[in-house]
């Protein structure tokens, strides 16, 4: 068995933002039937592979995730395993064959702590940018880690909270719980919840030490550093400012794959 390269010392202060979609004309999650089956997959995912879910969205034509593991070999096969039994479930109730996920789902390494939560808020007011009226708040979509991350969901979480604890925040869970719901709160009374699209198109996104640390590594003609202002409606965010490393989505899923050896 070949041996697996030694990982980077700063890869633990860091989880994985995971997105992919599905080909066009399909919209394997368009009707509740499919999202709820694709949340019954979710939770098979956890109990099958060593990942955690910090937060999650399921959206007509695709999914968001974010997940924290031990290493990204383990994201490569648990995503094979979702993609995998929601194209077969998708395929099964429409009577069709073909391919129905993008090859290539899109990974971003987000740094744990404030980073990751600010990924988590951009996730859960997704559906609130889609421009359909009946979902202009999170708690309308139930089809997200909202739910679980305001403790409205009581049973059959997606999100793993006691991973939260670990990654997300050093607040006890219930003052967490409370923090969080009052900052999308703000958010939505504010309108301060435009697309933060750095989540799906950066290598990486975290403080500015890190990003740093990480383009050491790179050759320098393969990427730009940028940032982005914090938000501004948010409690004990202000200073949250996103660095990211951004190279080109060939080169991006070259390096993350390298991790992953």
């Not at 069709?96 to 740094?111: D, Q, S």
């Not at 991350?149 to 997606?158: E, H, I, N």
């Not at 006691?162 to 009052?182: C, G, N, S």
Request: proline share 7%.
């Amino acid at each position: 068995m070949p041996r697996r390269r030694r990982k980077p010392p700063w890869l633990d202060r860091c989880c994985y933002h995971v997105s992919n979609t599905c080909y066009a004309p399909i919209q394997i999650f368009r009707f509740a039937n499919m999202r709820d089956q694709a949340m019954r997959r979710l939770r098979e995912m956890k109990q099958k592979h060593p990942v955690r879910v910090l937060d999650f969205l399921l959206y007509p034509t695709g999914f968001r995730m974010l997940l924290a593991a031990k290493h990204p070999g383990q994201i490569s096969d648990a995503m094979r395993f979702f993609s995998g039994m929601t194209a077969r479930d998708w395929q099964q109730r429409k009577k069709k064959e073909g391919a129905v996920w993008r090859r290539g789902y899109n990974v971003t390494l987000v740094e744990k702590g404030p980073q990751a939560i600010r990924c988590a808020l951009d996730m859960d007011f997704a559906m609130a940018r889609s421009g359909d009226p009946d979902f202009f708040h999170p708690l309308l979509w139930k089809h997200s880690g909202h739910h679980d991350l305001t403790g409205v969901r009581k049973r059959y979480r997606g999100v793993d909270l006691k991973a939260v604890d670990e990654h997300l925040t050093d607040m006890p869970r219930e003052q967490f719980r409370d923090w969080y719901i009052e900052a999308c709160n703000r958010k939505f009374d504010f309108g301060e919840y435009a697309a933060e699209p750095w989540w799906e198109q950066a290598l990486v996104a975290g403080s500015r030490e890190l990003c740093e640390k990480i383009a050491d590594t790179l050759p320098s003609s393969w990427f730009s550093l940028c940032v982005y202002p914090p938000p501004q409606t948010v409690p004990d965010m202000k200073d949250a400012f996103s660095y990211t490393v951004i190279t080109s989505n060939k080169r991006k899923r070259e390096y993350i794959l390298s991790l992953a050896q």
